[in-house]
């Protein structure tokens, strides 16, 4: 008896170490005959309902399948907030049956940070650091437009220099924007050199950004009254470097993608947009007119002068990702002309509104003026006041329609500030262009919208 | 460009977007809310603006809105394109848009106290507690 418990615990230490099955023999020892039987058992710690129910003697009831459901059952997916090809911390809920996405939720607001809010706090002279951070892509057009809305509310005009400078600022950032769209849609479709490609002709007007407005992105370079500084010495020569650059440099991406087997067969007759699509959905910008729709504000409703400018609006008519692609190749080239445009017949003059009740004094100017001292001092700590009423003013950004709604109750803040962010309303096409379409494309769609979640949540 | 503005009622407010969408106006671009807390009534004026691409005009409905009430009706049947905005407003002012298709919060969490863009709500002054976190005292 005595030896018959010591083989047990023997047998049981053995058990634990090697975490086999067990036996159902009552001597102990290992009973090959039994196995059949033990195998079943699988754990010791379960219980004989469990069991029961891994046999198939009992059944339990808590799966039914429907007789419509094919093989491939329906799962929900999760993608992002953290997923490389949202472009931010967008998250998509993806009902998926195998490879095909058959319902999809965009779910926004991971990159809020109540900017509308902070604008009512803001003084209209502090509006574009706050407005300049929403799309970080394109943060000219954003003080851009809240300048825009501000001169309209108090009934400015700005200089002609002022305004030649917006539109050589804004079309630059134009074209950069459009180059991180291009890295950022080839890399999530694994064209892997366009990422880098990209980015290095970014790097160029991102080097004459600093250089005149000393950072390289959310700038607060264009202000209500004009832009805070004047061009830097020499500011010919870069923009002629990169105009002479970035055309080669597209010629480069247009050899290796125009005529890509793997590019066109991912891209084409992916993610149809119909112009009437467009229209339901408030999609505008380059998705509106790759859907065979010639729709430009800058044509349409200009501003800051653009209508003086002798451009093209390419329109294609697939309205795929392939032609979301190739309308913002083309339009670099276009905004390419403008720059030349802006470049050669930059007028003279003064950069800033010349109303000392809106322009600060120049610095030097405070040393000598008792007048100047009392405007700065009054600009920079209580701002200029602007007349009651309000205005809705909109830009074509690289995204869309960029528009900006100012209340002003007639103190030096704004009592409303809302942005019309063209991210925010393109991404309401996300259902329908990714609704029936294999996951695989899924990562194009979202790429050929260009979502920048900064623009979306605010 | 100035808009051509209509005042209107939450009452004739869905007659007049349908004989706005009859008149070629393709597009809704935008809709936000302005809170005149104290300073006016009814309370929330609703402004929604609209393009039209074939006529190059563009129009805007201000809709009053009484804090009693808060209710409108949702245009998302006539323009799918208000569907976010509507969201978006009823997560920032609390107005409620009737047979929306699914009128959550959007860029606040679901389980959020109040509306932020109110103008009787304090800003930068609410610690923010994530859902499911562990409390802090």
């Known amino acids: ?7 047990k615990s ?3 230490n053995f058990k634990n170490k090697l975490d086999f099955w067990a036996t159902n023999s009552e001597e102990g020892g290992w009973n090959v005959s039994s196995t059949d039987e033990g195998s079943q058992k699988m754990l010791e ?10 046999t198939g003697t009992e ?7 429907e007789e419509e459901t094919s093989d491939d059952e329906r799962m929900i997916v999760n993608m992002g907030p953290q997923h490389p090809s949202t472009h931010g911390v967008l998250r998509l809920q993806a009902e998926l049956e195998g490879e095909v996405v058959r319902r999809v939720k965009p779910i926004i607001g991971y990159l809020h940070t109540g900017m509308e809010k902070t604008g009512e706090e803001l003084n209209y002279f502090q509006g574009p650091t706050n407005t300049t951070r929403m799309d970080y892509l394109s943060p000219l057009f954003n003080e851009l437009v809240f300048s825009l809305t501000t001169e309209k509310l108090i009934g400015i005009e700005v200089p002609k220099r002022a305004e030649t400078i917006r539109i050589l600022m804004t079309e630059l950032n134009r ?3 459009h180059l991180v769209a291009l890295a950022t849609g080839g890399m999530d479709i694994g064209a892997l050199s366009m990422m880098i490609f990209g980015f290095r002709e970014r790097e160029l007007i991102l080097d004459f950004f600093e250089k005149t407005t000393g950072l390289r992105m959310n700038h607060n370079f264009i202000r209500p009254g004009g832009v805070a500084a004047d061009l830097p010495d020499g500011w ?7 105009l002479k650059i970035i055309p080669e440099k597209l010629q480069d991406y247009d050899d290796m993608l125009l005529d890509n087997p793997i590019w066109k067969g991912r891209l084409q007759n992916v993610g149809i947009l119909t112009t009437e699509e467009c229209f339901a959905y408030g999609i505008t910008g380059p998705s509106l007119r790759a859907s065979g729709y010639t729709w430009d504000l800058r044509k349409s409703q200009p501003y800051s002068g653009i209508e003086n400018y002798d451009f093209d609006i390419p329109v294609l008519k697939e309205g795929d990702v392939f032609a979301r692609w190739r309308v913002k190749v083309l339009e670099i ?5 403008i720059i030349e445009q802006a470049m050669n017949n930059m007028p003279k003059g003064p950069y800033k509104v010349q109303d000392k009740k809106i322009t600060p004094p120049p610095r030097k100017r405070l040393d000598e003026s008792m007048e100047a001292l009392i405007h700065h001092f009054k600009i920079y700590t209580e701002g200029f006041k602007v007349p009651e009423g309000d205005a809705y003013v909109a830009v074509e950004s690289p995204r869309g329609e960029l528009g900006c709604y100012i209340v002003s109750d007639g103190s030096s803040k704004p009592y409303r500030m809302h942005v019309r962010g063209p991210s925010f309303c393109n991404l309401q096409a996300l259902p329908v262009i990714m609704t029936d379409s294999p996951i695989a494309d899924a990562v194009a769609a979202i790429a050929s919208l260009d979502p920048v979640i900064g623009d979306v949540d605010r | 460009m100035n808009p051509v503005i209509i005042e209107t009622t939450p009452e004739e407010y869905k007659d007049l977007i349908d004989s706005i969408k009859n008149d070629g106006f393709e597009m809704m671009v935008d809709l936000t809310v302005v809170d005149w807390f104290r300073k006016k009534e009814p309370r929330f004026e609703v402004v929604v603006q609209f393009l039209s691409t074939s006529q190059n005009l563009r129009k805007t409905i201000k809709v009053f809105v009484k804090d ?9 049947e006539i323009y799918p394109s208000a569907n976010f905005y509507e969201r978006e407003a009823y997560d920032m002012f609390g107005i409620i848009f009737e047979n929306h298709p699914d009128l959550t919060r959007i860029l606040m969490p679901d389980d959020w106290e109040g509306h932020p863009l109110r103008k009787n709500y304090g800003s930068g002054r609410i610690p923010v507690q994530f859902k499911n976190a562990p409390k802090v005292d």
């Open chain 1, 1 to 7: 008896m005595k030896n018959n418990n010591i083989k």
């Open chain 1, 10 to 12: 023997k047998l049981s």
């Open chain 1, 45 to 54: 710690n379960e219980n004989e309902k469990q069991i029961k129910i891994q």
């Open chain 1, 59 to 65: 059944v339990v009831d808590d799966f039914v399948i």
């Open chain 1, 175 to 177: 074209v950069s924007s």
């Open chain 1, 236 to 242: 010919q020569k870069d923009v002629e470097e990169i």
């Open chain 1, 333 to 337: 080239f276009e905004s390419l002309k």
């Open chain 2, 68 to 76: 009693e009430d808060l209710t409108l009706p949702s245009i998302t």
